[in-house]
């Protein structure tokens, strides 16, 4: 499994020619398709680590959403990071405490429902469950680099809060857990962390009004 497949998405939309009946344009309103990037933060081995992401489903009355999800530390090469940690290697004989770099990757399955929205607030409640990998490359003495891949399973559970503050500015922050469901202990004890989420979004559009002094 390797995430950043999962960003190479098509979408194929078929459109009737016909024009829609009253039933179809409720149906519409009742469900619609949705695509987000869902990136935040984590802590790996408590470091500050990026987690990197992709969703799609189907929004069902504008309340409960319902789809997939592709998630990595490590995006294409470049963006985000591994982290650095000292690995205990069962695979060798003794056992021995060896330098490696560690991240993950995986697929999901999510569900979001909405508890609160208003004309300043926006609360959502979301859980994931996913499979995917731990990526352990284990640097060698002879400075050849050893990659070993482990399995996992994870569930997430977290909260998201927007706020509105004015008409062009919406400030957002989450905070949730993440739980691997099998591993080795050392491997458990690096990953099942926190997860938050600190940014926010700018409506350019209503910006632009702003600037102009339009309501």
Known sequence: MNCSRFFGLLLLLSVGLTPPSRA???EEKNV???VQLDSRNTFVRKETVGIFGIRAGLVFNNKFEVG????GTRLLDFLGKEVSKDYLDQSLNPAQLVPAKIGFEYASLYGEYLVLENQRWNLTVNSQYGMGRVNIRIQEANDTERLKRERKGLVEHSVKAKYQFNSWLQLIGGLGYRYLLSGEKQIKDAFNAPIYLVTAEIDFRQLFKAL????
């Open 212 to 215: 102009r002094g339009e309501k």
């Open 32 to 34: 619609r398709f949705s």
């Open 24 to 26: 179809q344009e409720q």
């Open 68 to 71: 997939l999800g592709a998630y």
